[in-house]
């Protein structure tokens, strides 16, 4: 069992900047992705960004060049810098590892609004 929690989320103004954590925990030995996704009002869940136990990036074309993904191997946890962050960027984003299994985390809110 695995387990994701995420933290970061929150309200900023058009412009601006968050970054958001995922913390895993549990008995895993190894991964073949940990990412980011979200999922707007009325939206399927998509992709953001992903990075693969190999260090291969992922990302969603609408975030390229504003939004980094990096990890830290050591304490298993995965961080998404957003930038420049438009309204359209609003939604519930979620934490994902996958590798012969799947586990999400419980979200967390990112609102851009003035």
């Given at each position: ?10 309200l900023v103004q058009p412009g601006g900047s968050?970054t958001l954590s995922c913390k895993a925990s ?35 074309d609408s975030v390229k060049g504003r939004f ?47």
């Open positions: 069992q695995v387990q994701l929690v995420e933290s970061g989320g929150g968050l549990g008995r895993f030995f190894s991964f073949e992705q940990m990412g980011w996704y979200r999922q707007a009002p009325g939206k399927k869940r998509e992709l953001v960004a992903a990075i693969s136990s190999g260090g291969f990036f992922n990302y969603a980094t993904i990096s990890r830290d191997n050591a304490r298993k946890t995965v961080f998404l810098q957003m930038n420049n962050l438009k309204a359209e960027d609003t939604a519930v984003y979620y934490c994902n590892i996958r590798g012969g299994f799947s586990y999400w985390g419980q979200g967390t809110q990112v609102t851009v609004s003035s």
